[in-house]
Nanobody
Framework: VQLVESGGGLVQPGGSLRLSCAAS????????MSWYRQAPGKAREAREF????????TYTGSVKDRFTISRDNAKNTVYLQMNSLNPEDTAVYYC?????????WGQGTQVTVSS
């Protein structure tokens, strides 16, 4: 099983980034795909849920109307379009795949919002 995130980087406040997570080794379409983030200095247990998608999407309040999660089951890929970024969005962003008790995590991609 592999989840490989990409698309992170340094962006100025108000800017945009699109993260991708390419999955392999499991039946992608069966899994709830989610994005989490871990802010600097925070423990792994404090990872914050951002968004998830099955046939519909769910968002945490702080990113709703700014972030959009989508998935392409044909490409086994989930995306996170992030607009109107602010410094509080600085974190390592992780892709997660869930099916019942089974959870997989990617290695994370760093997003830094700074002028």
């Amino acid at each position: 099983v592999q989840l490989v995130e990409s698309g992170g980087g340094l962006v100025q406040p108000g800017g945009s980034l699109r993260l991708s997570c390419a999955a392999s080794g499991f039946t992608f379409s069966n899994y709830i795909m989610s994005w989490y983030r871990q802010a600097p200095g925070k423990a792994r247990e404090a990872r914050e849920f951002i968004a998830s998608i099955t046939s519909s999407a769910t968002y945490t309040g702080s990113v709703k109307d700014r972030f959009t999660i989508s998935r392409d089951n044909a490409k086994n890929t989930v995306y996170l379009q992030m607009n109107s970024l602010n410094p509080e969005d600085t974190a390592v962003y992780y892709c997660n795949a869930g099916f019942g008790p089974t959870k997989y995590w990617g290695q994370g991609t760093q997003v830094t919002v700074s002028s």
